[in-house]
């Protein structure tokens, strides 16, 4: 009766926190795009072209300065992703200070800021980090006195919490329950399983039904429409050769980009400590966001380099040939597609690994899908234009570039963060599952090679630098 | 470094068993399909009806019970579906008799007869099992000397095991990941996750190369092509309170499909303690055999009773009405639909629980996803029916009865099984993913509802009925 009781209230918990976090996850993809949007507006008060830029520049340096300022003076500890803090939570390690209603505020406003301002992270990991907060602020409520004297129950609830922030972050509940298993270290309890279940369904549902009211047409759609016809998407042995091989590119990039990130941190802490007049966090998102703002200039390389990393994704994942199909930025059509896709990608190889630095919420999940899809698509584009009529193929069934581009966003960022869970995430995310057994062979693959290097992920990484 | 070697060797060992799950499930699958064609042939031998039905009958009855013969002689632990003892197994329990070659060859062939002679019975169970037997039996050879001796790395092969028998049956790999997890009782060890994907991405590509070389193109996409239309797929709030009440609905058969399946059980019990005469177990499959031959014969109700479940899920997922598209069986549209459904579910919901209880391996994972199917299609046809242009539906998107289908099936499945791991599994053999929401809340109502009535489901249900 008393484990029906906790049971219960277990279930009404979780169905809470997927309703709280579906609708705050879509309420802040509205704020940011909302701050994305004035940040047009407020560049094109003026005509000259630099003029704009620098609009558009102290636009980026207010809004970061402010989530910063923010951030410090609230909850110094919520800054960065968050998610290297919930591992160590979830195994059991008490720390209790990134638990409470003040990091609750910091990361909502937070992560709005640091990704209104248009410097390219992501809101994953610190989402996920916020839905553990809500999940154990609720807890501690008087509502949920059941349930919060029982530590091993609170442990389930905030791994179910994990689940509940992947899902209302991406509206992918499978993606989020199999990574709540990768985020617990050794054992996961199978209890677990059906609270991550119910809430990561909630918490999607709201997600979608919010999301897409807003940004489409009422419904439960997927985000990102691929256009795939599953007719012609076949894939023969040859092009799984291909979809190791972007595999392994990925794997190695993965584990460079873990060491660029480690480099950076570690040479902005030796500077901290030598120097009075450069520790400032101030001065790192003055210096990321001015080179930031240089490279995604919309009218330096194209407009392609402004793109948010989701806005980016789904240009890329386009299944289509880009000629034929209607583009978020038509400038990747401009000059040499090559040329476009090789700074599209280096831009984010040097950006995201240290743009993170910063000390304000935020992830890269997002923009290194955005990455990894832009070297995806790269080989994508080789491949048709190597093999497209050739005798390697099936049937002449014509190589798919958006194909590539989501096997190679899946893989990047599965070599990055060391979890297989990113295959499911980003194929619930897609509009379509003919590419399924690609998608999982070029993460497998990637992971695989990743590990091999380098036994620290992104996120063992971090909680080792810190 | 020892650690290393058997890590190594456990990969080697999960990408054989996939290797070879995935080219043994594919040759079962076109033995079976190559038993039924003969049967067809057989039973045009002669010209009258009765003496078709007789030959009907005749080929279903000796193909029937030379596979219960084989079964009998070789290994009669064989019989049943195998997930039962899986779970006994992998919890730490041993029964090595039902690990060894006798059982391996008799759960291939006893599968393959069972299934050929036209009994509605599923493979899923059994071939489960069976990768569980393959791997045990590659461990004991001296080739995997090294990861012989460790007892809880043989348990994490068995289970990565598993996973690889769901994904190389359905070509499902993330769903065999996620029923491996399931049918681990209380802790899953996070080791196995790595492997267990491993073998099901092995696994699923292997079968969806050969299913689809043999069956349709090469290549790798899905098995049942259901044609929706992702713009098109957009469900609103009062469709997804009809998903609901179709999940409680399958929640309440599927409780009953439990327990007509005890019942009968019980009954033949003491059928077989009471009686000298009716004790033989070909007598049980004659009169199971008899009735499915009454019930399925083609020229009876219409053809559509004699589809094989995979045959009539892939039906009645079709997305469009079915005036439109190409059937398996045209004759669903002959007289009234709905008393089509109506016989073809009623027909499904007697004769699958009492035919798993013919001693034979056999499951029932597929037989009632078209049972479930039929249900759900009977939901969309008459929401169809009743909500089509009416203001209750958004922007007059359509209702789509495939999707009530799939989600029927994969609530019914996963309210008999008790196991959530069916949406994924469902999810992964349709060709398309915008119906990724409603199919989580159906499955989700109908798992509540079923454990809510009662905490048996049908693997439990069995284990303890033996």
């Given at each position: 009766?008393?484990?029906l ?7 009404f918990?979780?169905?809470t ?7 705050l ?14 940040r ?5 008060l ?10 558009w ?38 720390l209790?200070y ?19 301002s248009?410097?390219?992270?992501g809101?994953?990991?610190?989402f ?8 154990n ?18 442990q389930i609830?905030l ?39 119910l ?5 999607a ?13 009422p419904?439960?759609?997927?985000i990102?429409?691929?256009?795939f ?23 190695c ?7 660029l ?17 450069f520790r ?12 930031t ?7 330096l ?14 240009d ?17 059509l ?11 990608a ?8 240290l ?25 994508g584009e080789?491949?048709?234009l190597?093999?497209?009529?050739t ?11 958006g194909?590539y581009?989501?096997c190679?966003a899946?893989?990047?960022t ?7 869970s ?10 379509n ?34």
């Open positions: 009766s008393h484990e009781i906790q049971r219960n209230w277990s279930t918990l979780l169905v926190v997927g309703v709280i976090a579906g609708l996850s879509s309420s802040m993809d509205i704020a940011i795009f909302q701050l994305g949007v004035a047009g507006k407020f560049m094109h003026v005509d000259n072209p630099f003029g704009q830029w620098c609009l520049w102290i636009y980026l340096l207010i809004v970061l300065w402010s989530g910063i300022f923010f951030t410090s003076i609230l909850a110094p500890q919520a800054g960065g992703s968050g998610i290297p803090e919930m591992k160590s939570i979830i195994s059991g390690i008490h209790k990134v638990l409470g209603y003040r990091a609750l505020v910091v990361k909502t406003f937070g992560i709005t800021l640091a990704l209104g248009g410097m390219i992270l809101k994953e990991g610190p996920v980090h916020l839905c553990c907060i809500m999940a602020c609720l807890i501690r409520t008087p509502l949920f006195r059941h349930i919060r004297k029982n530590d091993f129950l609170l609830m791994g179910a919490a994990c689940a509940v922030g992947v899902a209302s972050h991406f509206g992918a509940p499978v993606g989020g329950v199999l990574f709540s298993i990768e985020v617990t270290s050794t054992y996961y309890p199978t209890r677990n399983y059906w609270y991550a279940y809430g990561a369904v909630t918490g549902t709201v997600w979608r039904y919010v999301w897409n009211s807003y940004f489409t047409h419904g439960f759609t997927s990102v429409t691929t256009h016809v599953p007719e012609r998407s076949r894939f023969g042995l040859v092009e799984l050769c291909i979809f190791a091989l972007l595999g392994f590119t990925c794997g990039l993965g584990v460079t980009f873990v060491k990130n480690a480099l950076g941190f570690r040479t902005w802490r030796r500077i901290m400590q030598n120097s009075k007049w400032s966090p101030y001065l790192l998102a003055f210096v990321f966001g001015t080179i703002c240089i490279i995604t200039y919309p009218k390389l194209g407009s392609f380099m402004a793109l948010s990393p989701a806005a980016a994704l789904s890329l994942a386009n299944a289509e040939t880009w000629s034929e199909t209607s583009l978020k930025s038509k400038e990747w401009n000059r040499n597609i090559f040329a476009n896709l090789f700074f599209f280096l831009s984010r190889f040097i950006l995201i690994p743009s993170i630095l910063i000390p304000i919420p935020c992830g890269l999940f997002v923009p290194s899908l955005s990455l990894g899809a832009s070297v995806g698509r790269m080989f080789i491949s048709a190597l093999l497209d009529n005798a390697l193929l099936f049937e002449n069934n014509p190589i798919i570039p194909v581009a989501i190679g899946a893989a990047m599965a070599s990055i963060t060391h979890t297989l990113t295959a499911v995430i980003v194929f619930e995310i897609t509009g599952n003919s590419h399924i057994i690609p998608l999982l062979i070029t993460v497998l693959v990637g992971v695989a090679t990743a590990r091999k290097i380098s036994s620290l992920g992104m996120y063992e990484s971090l909680s080792k630098l810190k």
